[in-house]
């Protein structure tokens, strides 16, 4: 199982640009919500956004020049996951925050 969720991201930045583009998604459809409900948080989702198109950027060039031993996935990966599940946690924390706040006024 590991090694077929690694093979998803190493070597492949069309897979990383994807789920780039679906966070790109999800702040777009948050900037839509932040006009009902004030309090939703639309920033990690776009920095989660940029971080992942980057990420995206350094894998194509690992492609590029073939890097074999990757030492950067060792200390950028817990940084890149859990940075990304922070970032749902807290808008979808202030998505129902915001919809429960509306509802008691």
């Given at each position: ?22 966070f790109a998604a999800l702040f777009l459809a948050a900037l839509m919500a932040k006009t009902r409900y004030s309090q939703v948080r639309c920033l990690p989702l776009f920095i ?58």
């Amino acid at each position: 199982m590991w090694e077929s969720f690694v093979e998803f991201f190493v070597w492949r930045p069309l897979h990383i640009w994807a789920i780039s583009a679906v966070f790109a998604a999800l702040f777009l459809a948050a900037l839509m919500a932040k006009t009902r409900y004030s309090q939703v948080r639309c920033l990690p989702l776009f920095i989660t956004c940029l971080v992942w198109l980057t990420y995206g950027f350094w894998e194509r060039q690992a492609v590029i020049h073939r890097w074999d031993i990757r030492v950067d996935l060792l200390f950028g990966w817990p940084f890149l996951f859990g940075g990304t599940a922070l970032a749902i946690i807290l808008s979808i924390r202030s998505l129902i925050h915001a919809i429960k706040s509306s509802e008691s006024e």
